[in-house]
């Protein structure tokens, strides 16, 4: 069982990561990954971000500037956008987008969906985010997957609200959508570890599709999946599920998100 993919890492761009692309791209090709993708946080992460300073939004990670491989390592240029509210909003819905290009686009979020390679929609925090009950957290979660654009819904234990798994698994499914197993909230919470394991049992259930990250915040984690990957192992999970495990199978899931209606 293998992991040549890390659908998730940070840069200095993120600001509260430690590392730059270069520095990340050359782990990545040290460990012999055969893709990474750069998904700085865009949200409330970064308040300067969010500052409607255009032309900083602008050059964040512009897909079409970028060489698609570096050091014979596939770079996927994407973003972590922060969920916002119950709706499925997303970070930069509010924030209408002027830029001459892309006209199709009004807003940030239209934006960031449409011109990145890879999108994880993760909770970090948003005012209120634990006012409500388990059936609007879980429709949240199902919001945000119907959403086009998003491919990833990332660490999706680690903001610890209750969740009916099951209906999150299953519209993940439905709609074509990767569920994140991210090795660094099992290293940092260990306390959700049987909580991923049971999302994960079900996501074997529902034959639905995963990702097994880093969440890399410094080059040396770039790649590190190992608690993630003991996980798999130990509950049999069907390796056709990692859409992680290749680059072939990451960019049909890929595929598959965008297509998804
Ligand atoms: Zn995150
Ligand atoms: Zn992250």
Same mark, same amino acid.
């Given at each position: 069982m293998q992991n040549l993919i890390d659908p998730h890492t940070h840069t200095i761009h993120t600001h509260h990561a430690y590392s730059t692309l270069a520095e990340n791209i050359t782990i990545a090709a040290e460990k012999r990954l055969e893709a990474i993708a750069i998904t700085d946080h865009f949200g409330l992460q970064l308040p300067w971000l969010m500052d409607k300073r255009e032309y900083t939004l602008e050059n964040h %990670?512009?897909?079409? %500037?970028?060489?698609?491989?570096m050091r014979d390592v596939r770079v996927f240029m994407g973003a972590e956008v922060d969920?916002?509210?119950?709706?499925g909003s997303l970070a930069g819905d509010e924030m209408p987008l002027s830029f001459?290009?892309?006209?199709?686009?009004?807003?940030y979020a239209e934006y960031i969906l449409a011109t990145k390679d890879v999108v994880i929609a993760s909770m970090h925090y948003f005012d209120g +985010?634990?006012?409500?009950?388990i059936a609007e957290n879980t429709q949240m979660y199902i919001n945000v997957l119907a959403r086009?654009?998003?491919?990833i819904l990332g660490?999706?234990?680690?903001?610890?609200l209750a969740f009916d798994w099951e209906e999150v698994v299953a519209a993940a499914k439905s709609y074509g959508k990767m569920i994140e197993l991210n090795n660094a909230t099992l290293h940092s919470?260990?306390?959700?570890t049987d909580i991923n394991r049971k999302l994960m049992e079900l996501c074997a259930k529902h034959d639905a599709p995963i990702a097994v990250s880093s969440?890399?915040?410094?080059?040396? +984690?770039?790649?590190?999946f190992g608690l993630a990957m003991d996980m798999l192992k130990e509950i049999d999970?069907?390796?056709? %599920?990692?859409?992680?495990? +290749?680059l072939a199978a990451f960019e049909t899931a890929l595929q598959n998100a965008r297509n998804a209606e």
């Open positions: %990670l512009k897909p079409a %500037l970028m060489p698609k491989y969920i916002t509210g119950f709706d001459f290009r892309h006209p199709e686009c009004k807003t +985010n634990r006012s409500k009950g086009k654009g998003v491919d660490h999706p234990t680690r903001c610890g919470r260990p306390k959700q969440d890399a915040h410094v080059c040396f +984690n770039v790649g590190d999970f069907p390796e056709h %599920l990692i859409a992680t495990r +290749n």
